[in-house]
């Protein structure tokens, strides 16, 4: 019943973002107009700005209506000559142009015209530019280098000027895809892969990356399938249908429904009783994420399961090279034991991470989480958690990807007896797991990749075992993904040195 009631809330939810409302304001619209190419007129309508900063090239508009997120990406493709980037709040933008562009603004009664131009002076380098081949090449290399020590927006300039002088200029088109994407423009990334591809289909570093980007833009759904089998335990099989969708507003929803059909040979009941057990147990979950107000994230959870139902909220703030989180859960479904799966385990959490990047090669993690578990509404037990993980990125011509370590521990504060049968009413059982793995990810072909993971979990206080998984991913179709997994990790969670294997299947759509 819990069940069904979330799943109805969260249909409601969604078909509430989807549906307009009958008040709400018109949004403010944006469009680039560049002309024959020697100037830009960025037309903002809609309503009149409340407030306008002109700080050499960079504009600050404030607005009292929302802004649309589709006519923002419309308007920064259309002027990416002119405009280095833009970045908008629900009724704000910032609009940097690029290096060496005068910019004017001119009110209008329902909104504003920013006119940007480039000195005279400059246009005899493009003319030079057009005609002489080695100059391409000096400049291209120039921007290259630009690029590679840190300069990307100033390498980036210089690529929009070679390719507004040359447009079928392959070389270019892909670097100023790199550049655009190491920006944080991965949209316009994915135009500029498109447009090299369509005049040459040939060029898997492209169809590559243009995947790649494809998979962390595009709304998805996905359907799974997984069976798992826990050495002297149980075997379940877990079927699955997960996804994102995005709304125009920039919110963003993410859902996973599942069942698990298991299958196990004890099961300690709260009258004390131990019984086989098989049979289906669902759970469902939904995230929603409004667009990001500067650099803090905001992400609301619910869950449910056929016992247990609850919510959630997590804070993300990113610096840049760092970024602190922060989350909250209550009564959140535990499918960790076998106990709480078959009679509503639910974990209560609250925790803190923070995670850095050093000379873009290292990855440094650290947290830590309170713990508090129930098993059917009754309070089982309290544990401390931390983590710890260090991992470096390798060159590319390297047979690995990545080498870490990871330092994950749990230490149960206490545990609560069942008065039946005396003993705890959920395994909980402390774990200090000390892990090293080395990752690797290969093309196999055009639209065929391999993902492996290799390593050897330590759990000081319970035991150790091998960590190994297989990943194949076949893209017979741009937005078709097939992909198969198999492998085996040391059973933590359950306090035994037991392994877990497990196998699956799954297929994503992109759209």
Known sequence: ???????????????????????????????????????????????????????????????????????????????????????????????????????????????????????????????????????????????????????????????????????????????????????????????????????????????????????????????????????????????????????????????????????????????????????????????????????????GNLYASNYVAGAGVALDLDAGTSRMGLEARWSEPDFNFVEGIVSGGARDRVAVDWQWQAAEVYEFTAGTALNRYSLEGDHAGTGAEFVLEARRRLPEHWPLSTVGYRFDAEYILNSQTNPASGADLLPLSSREGHTVDATAERDLGPYIRAQGLAGYTYDRLNGGGPLAEVNLIYEPLVDLEISTTLGTSLNESRGTENQLFYGGLSLRTRF
Do not use: C, K
């Open 1 to 299: 019943m819990r069940l069904l009631l979330a799943l109805t809330a969260s249909a409601l939810v969604w078909s509430l973002l989807q549906a307009p409302a009958a008040h709400a304001q018109v949004p403010v619209t944006l469009q680039a107009n560049p002309g024959n190419g020697t100037a830009l007129d960025l037309v903002i309508r809609g309503a009149a700005p409340q407030d306008t900063e002109l700080d050499g090239r960079e504009v600050v508009l404030r607005f009292a209506g929302p802004i649309d997120p589709r006519e923002v990406e419309a308007a920064a493709q259309d002027g990416a000559a002119w405009i280095e980037t833009i970045e908008y709040g629900y009724d704000s933008l910032l609009i940097r142009f690029a290096e060496g562009v005068e910019v004017l603004v001119e009110p209008a009664a329902d909104g504003v015209t920013l006119f940007a131009s480039r000195p005279a002076i400059e246009a005899a380098p493009a003319a030079e530019t057009q005609t002489d081949p080695q100059r391409i090449r000096l400049d291209y290399y120039r921007a290259l280098a630009q690029i590679e020590s840190g300069a990307v927006a100033d390498g980036r300039a210089i690529l929009v000027s070679l390719l507004r002088a040359d447009p079928r200029n392959i070389e270019v088109m892909l670097l100023l895809a790199r550049a655009e994407e190491q920006l944080g423009r991965p949209r316009h990334a994915v135009a500029l892969y498109d447009r090299a591809l369509a005049l040459d289909p040939n060029l898997p570093g492209a169809i590559r990356d243009r995947q790649r980007l494809a998979r962390d833009l595009a709304d998805t759904a996905r359907i799974a399938t997984r069976y798992q089998d826990v050495e002297n335990g149980e075997t379940q099989i877990i079927t699955a249908v997960d996804g994102q969708v995005s709304s125009g507003e920039g919110l963003s929803l993410a859902y996973r429904l599942e069942n698990r059909h298991m299958v196990a040979g004890q099961v300690t009941r709260r009258d004390g009783s131990v019984e086989r057990f098989e049979g289906d147990r669902q759970r469902a979950s939904l995230t929603l994420t409004p667009p990001r107000t500067g650099n803090l994230q905001v992400a």
